[in-house]
């Protein structure tokens, strides 16, 4: 059996300002109508003998990822969450005891949430003889056969010649500057390094011990000590906090002696940077990609994204322009791999826009900033059919709610009332509360909040459905 492991727990801080820390990239339907996870998902459907994916995410998103599988009607194979980020090789170590401790030995299919594969009837063939070698006790990894010098990826050296179009992995090599990876593409050895592997969850764990016998121990006392919470397995966040934060190449692929390298021609891309997104996007007769509401006079070779207004740009060439609510990226093409650099400086100045959206999901739904001042914010407030937000209370604002449209159901102090579109109720500072959505449609509503701290940290919960 084949089981796909998506590793979902990256930040995306390149895509900055459509991606953010509290919703990125692979939650992002960036071209289509499917998000990268989602696409990731589907793209494993055609591929036999395997299992639903079992997801490694960041307990943050745990919510987006659950609601992303129920719109595809997939039921995963178990969504883990991480207490805190620890890059692949302590995932992949959790993933492959959480296979194991269910009485499987698959054979698992790691996959990053994030790449573009065109080809995917040759991306599933591909699957097919690695699993093949992953049965012989083989650790496979994926390269991607490149077409152009890029310095934005990692690559793998092919060594001899091994058994069905693989090659002997030889070694990993940083991400190059643009002479060293010229050299690399003409000496036809070198492969980029997709991040996608197979093995069998045994074999990878025996050579995790060999060579990383800390990770090991700290995922098996994370995966003994974790605990089901509603669709998701817990992993203790103490346990898993003990483990190193190395990738799976370093800690084992590029120590092991098993290691086979698999070359792709699939039409592959990481999707890391608007760049990308740029070559992987469906250009007009100027070579640019226009997403939105877009405008343009004598532009070329340009990305423009627009989300919430029309955007229009006039006498341009090899420019990234992305629009969104509270934020506008400008980078020249060749630029965009320093944007994650603005994320880091917007983080050290704590703006809160390298964080979040102005509109914010919930497991419940969404909320979305319409106006903030010192002592009052206005928010449109969106409940899905059915749901209802926790019992809480606040020590620093008042709220007033202002239905716009389907029915909601307002508790304070036990006292509960029904409102219709147009109708309002005030909820004092202090008085415990809370909304629901008793209808079939949309629940839509205006909130005011005054105050003197408005921040969402002042909320007392007192009750949640979803065990927040």
């Known amino acids: 059996m084949i089981l796909p492991v998506i590793l979902a727990g990256g930040s995306g801080t390149r895509l900055w300002p459509l991606s953010r820390y509290q919703y990125p990239k692979q939650l992002l339907a960036l071209s289509g109508d499917n998000s990268l996870l989602q696409r990731t998902a589907l793209r494993l459907q055609g591929l036999e003998g395997a299992a639903s994916p079992l997801v490694v995410c960041n307990e943050k998103h745990r919510f987006f990822v659950a609601e992303q599988f129920l719109q595809m009607e997939i039921d995963p194979f178990s969504i883990v969450l991480e207490p805190v980020g620890k890059n692949t090789a302590p995932a992949v ?3 492959a005891i959480k296979a194991l401790a269910l009485g499987e030995d698959p054979v698992l299919f790691v996959l990053p949430a994030d790449h573009h594969i065109q080809d995917a009837e040759g991306f599933l063939k591909s699957a097919k003889t690695g699993e093949a070698l992953a049965e012989q006790g083989r650790l496979i990894t994926f390269g991607v056969v490149p077409h152009a010098p890029e310095t934005g990826y990692g690559y793998i050296r092919k060594g001899e010649s091994f058994a069905e179009g693989a090659f002997i992995l030889d070694k990993f090599v940083e991400k190059p500057d643009l002479p060293t ?12 390094n997709s991040g996608m592997f197979m093995f069998k969850a045994s074999v990878v764990l025996e050579e995790l011990k060999k060579h990383a016998p800390e990770i090991v121990q700290a995922c098996k006392q994370a995966v003994e000590g974790g605990r089901e919470d509603l669709d998701f397995f817990r992993l203790d966040a103490k346990a898993f906090g003990q483990s190193p934060s190395i990738s799976i190449d370093y800690a084992v692929m590029e120590k092991t002696s098993q290691g086979v390298v698999l070359p792709l021609e699939i039409g592959w891309d990481d999707l890391g940077s608007w760049e990308s997104l740029w070559q992987t996007g469906e250009k007009d007769e100027n070579s640019n990609v226009l997403v939105g509401d877009v405008t343009t006079v004598d532009v070329t070779n340009s990305y423009l994204h627009a989300t919430k207004r029309m955007l229009a740009a006039v006498g341009v060439s090899d420019l990234v322009v992305v629009e969104t609510a509270d934020a506008i990226l400008v980078a020249n093409r060749d630029k965009v791999q320093n944007v994650k650099h603005i994320v880091e400086e917007l983080r050290k100045r704590q703006r809160e826009e390298a964080v979040s959206h102005r509109k914010v999901y919930r497991p419940w739904g969404s909320y979305e900033s319409i106006e903030v001042s010192n002592r009052f914010q206005v928010k449109l407030i969106t409940v899905k059919p059915g749901a209802k937000l926790s019992l809480q209370k606040h020590f620093h604002r008042a709220e007033h709610w202002v239905v716009v449209s389907g029915t909601a159901i307002a508790s304070r102090d036990g006292e509960e009332i029904t409102l219709h579109e147009d109708q309002s109720t005030y909820i004092p500072l202090g008085v415990v509360h809370r909304l629901e959505n008793p209808g079939k449609i949309p629940l839509e509503l205006i909130e ?3 105050g003197a701290y408005l921040g969402e ?6 009750d949640d459905v979803y065990g927040r």
């Open 448 to 450: 005011v909040q005054s």
């Open 181 to 192: 990876a010229e050299q690399y593409l003409a000496s036809g050895d070198y492969l980029w």
């Open 457 to 462: 940290d002042d909320i007392v919960r007192l």
């Open 93 to 95: 170590a959790a993933a």
